[in-house]
């Protein structure tokens, strides 16, 4: 079986299981997460500009208020972020979107008997309801959130913690990641990994298995393409 992808495909035989980042990569919601990090900041007295955002995408709320509001004390740090998930959430599944082709690929994979698991920097309930939004609950066998993590993406702690759940290998599955952070973490668990994005520089490709802008690229096939990667040598 290969996973193909614009000309290039990934022999995917081996494979036991799939891992997907949920924001960016499954789901569009970093539009909601930035009103909601925007709008208690500036309650704070803070003002954060698009670019600053920017450099938090694909991590953890913690790295964000550690960074903008500099809490004191840990109660203060935890207050800052359910009132961003309060904030964010309110309505949540309706103002995400899932991206095209993205329940489709999951029920590919789930139809070809290949365990799914979802590791997210976001909070359980936006993972719950981003899945609802899929129509796919009950394909997902594990699920890992920002919720239960002492260290977020780029840490290889998420992916270790979710091929800790699935009890499996590096070897035995391969990552959809949408962020930079994201690409750092599950490499540095050892994980191959695919990059779904537009901003694909040398580094990028240098450190993934197959690369392509939009999710609705990638099928799964099962004859032999002509040109074909293998994933041992991301």
């Not at 779904?196 to 240098?206: P, R």
Request: some cysteine.
């Amino acid at each position: 079986m290969f996973l193909t992808a614009r000309n290039k495909s990934l022999d995917i035989t081996h494979l036991k299981t799939v891992i997907f980042d949920m924001d960016g990569t499954l789901i569009e919601s970093e539009h909601v997460w930035a009103e909601a990090k925007k709008h208690i900041a500036e309650i704070y007295g803070q003002k954060v500009s698009d670019e600053e955002l920017q450099k938090f995408i694909g991590r953890g709320i913690s790295d964000f208020i550690d960074e903008v509001f500099r809490p004191t004390t840990v109660f203060k740090k935890e207050m800052i972020k359910q009132e961003i998930h309060v904030r964010a959430l309110d309505n949540y599944r309706a103002k995400i979107r899932v991206i095209p082709n993205a329940t489709k690929i999951l029920n590919d994979f789930s139809s070809s008997e290949i365990r799914i698991a979802i590791c997210s920097s976001g909070p359980l309930e936006a993972i719950k309801q981003s899945l609802e939004a899929l129509k796919s609950t009950k394909m997902i066998e594990v699920i890992v959130s920002g919720d239960a993590l002492d260290f977020g993406k780029p840490h290889p702690l998420p992916y270790q913690l979710t091929l800790q759940k699935l009890n499996l290998e590096p070897w035995n599955a391969i990552v959809f990641e949408d962020t930079v952070s994201g690409l750092q973490s599950a490499n540095a668990a050892g994980i191959p990994t695919i990059y779904v994005g537009k901003h694909t520089g040398e580094t990028i490709i240098d450190k993934t298995v197959l690369t392509s802008p939009y999710l609705s690229d990638f099928n799964l096939v099962y004859v032999c393409p002509n040109e074909s990667i293998s994933a041992s040598n991301g």
